[in-house]
């Protein structure tokens, strides 16, 4: 029986949930739900790395505006498809949409390696974006709905890190695809895009075996299938333990709410929850601005500046890839145990300061391939955990049954402000073939962070520990 909407209870399934030991079940939820950050950074990796390649002639002959501008569709694409899917997902279930925004995304790369000119390739690009902003949207609340609270820190920085994954991935692919002693350029590039189709493929198979959250379906007022749920992930989880489970916490008071309209998730973000919109705009936004201007052009700055072959990018990328990766494995633990507002703040100052370091390097001509490339690794060992961070504050602050659009919509402002702006702009940049302009670029991206970074000492909330429900019940 469905609860109307309006409808009062309470219910121990939330807690049940928060007291379990982390088990073999949740390592097969952040396998199955963690691996979208993996192919966003397959996907950025793999059009970053062939960006000189698809400048020749036998291949798409773009320009380096071109390829700026291809970034920036496939940015707009993740917008469109965040606001879409992120809906969705609050209406129709976290399940549901991760099976649909994970088969557009392989569809979509399919297409990509069939691309014949500039508006097909771009046309490609915005689809396979739309796939992977849907999927941010559902599989962080669903992440996060599955998760202990006492260690939803460290374990969604650890899994934002494997956008690191999948460029480490993209990079070692492309160093034989597009190797022109092994395959021609004008095939090479084609087949790489067949890697994320083919990954897309399998992980399809294992997400159908990931319930629906219970958190969701509670919220919707379906509460014996949400304990039938909770009931199976508690038999996983107990099985081969030589000892009980622990003991839940206190029932939580919970109201079902159907489907939101978005009157209410404007009352919620902009009245009831507006210190956490601002926080949430600021380190979206800044990280969307530095993260995107600075990778997704750096092949063309090796390119350009330092004279790296094609085929030998993505030996560049495999050193800046896992500083990024270890950074938040790193640091996670600490936004856990020292907090999320200092912690925050800490690595958004430090970044934006490292940032403009390495672009003054670069601007004076004082490094080679190889020291831009260790440098940047030191900036991102910490501006990962940054950018992982600004995930986790919009996906545990605001309240369950708008969770969903809540992502979407600090996803797609703060990636049209700065994402999507940034490889454009930096595209231009390198266009003049000036360093010191690429420089100004870098300057701005540092100045956003350490802007971020003085908003969340100010607004930030102290989220460590606390349950879901607990948060979406506090004012700060």
């Known amino acids: 029986m469905t609860l109307p909407a309006g409808t009062k209870f309470e219910s121990d399934l939330p807690a049940r949930l928060d007291r379990l030991p982390w088990s073999a079940w949740h390592w097969r939820v952040v396998i199955a739900l963690g691996v979208t950050w993996m192919l966003d950074g397959l996907e950025v990796t793999l059009v970053g790395a062939i960006g000189p390649v698809l400048k020749e002639p036998e291949t798409l002959g773009l320009t380096d505006g071109q390829i700026g501008a291809t970034a920036s569709f496939y ?24 099976l649909v925004t994970l088969s557009v995304y392989l569809s979509a790369t399919l297409a990509s390696a069939g691309a014949w000119n500039f508006a097909s390739f771009a046309a490609c690009r915005l689809i396979t974006g739309a796939g992977i902003g849907g999927e941010y949207a559902a599989i962080n609340s669903a992440i996060d709905e599955l998760l202990p609270a006492r260690v939803r820190g460290r374990a969604d920085l650890a899994i934002n890190s494997t956008y690191w994954l999948g460029t480490a991935l993209g990079a070692l692919v492309t160093l034989p695809l597009l190797n022109s002693a092994l395959l021609p350029h004008r095939i090479g590039w084609r087949l790489v895009f067949a890697l994320g189709a083919s990954i897309g493929l399998a992980i399809l198979f294992v997400r159908k075996h990931v319930p629906e959250s219970p958190r969701w379906l509670l919220l919707h007022g379906r509460v014996p299938e949400a304990e039938r749920v909770v009931a199976e992930i508690e038999a996983a989880v107990a099985h081969g333990r030589n000892e009980p489970l622990p003991a839940p916490g206190p029932p939580s008071k919970l109201e079902a709410k159907g489907n939101v309209t978005f009157t209410a998730i404007a009352k919620v973000l902009l009245e009831r929850h507006l210190r956490r919109t601002l926080l949430g705009l600021a380190l979206m936004i800044a990280q969307a601005f530095a993260y995107n201007g600075v990778f997704f052009t750096y092949a063309l700055v090796l390119s350009r500046f330092y004279g790296v072959p094609s085929e030998h990018v993505g030996l560049y990328l495999l050193p800046f890839a896992a500083g990024n990766l270890l950074g938040p494995l790193f640091l996670g633990h600490l936004f856990d145990s020292v907090g999320r507002r200092p912690m925050i703040a800490l690595t958004y100052a430090l970044s934006g300061i490292l940032i403009a370091v390495a672009g003054f390097g670069l601007a004076h001509a004082w490094l080679t391939a190889a020291s ?71 300057l701005v991206g540092a100045v956003l962070m350490i802007a971020a970074a003085v908003v969340a000492a100010i607004l930030g909330v102290s989220a460590e520990g606390k349950s879901l429900e607990t948060l979406s019940e506090l004012d700060r």
């Open 75 to 98: 940015l707009a694409g993740a917008i469109a498809g965040a606001l879409l899917f992120g809906r969705l997902t609050d209406l129709l279930g976290r399940k549901r949409l991760f």
């Open 372 to 442: 831009q490339t260790l440098v940047w690794c030191a900036v991102f060992f910490v501006a990962s955990a940054a950018a992982s961070s600004a995930y986790l504050t919009v996906s545990e602050l605001f309240p369950v049954e708008l969770r969903g659009m809540a992502i979407a919509l600090f996803y797609a402002v703060g990636t049209a402000a700065g994402g999507l702006l940034a490889p454009a702009l930096f595209g231009a940049l390198l266009d003049t073939g000036r360093r010191e302009n690429v420089f100004t670029g870098y």
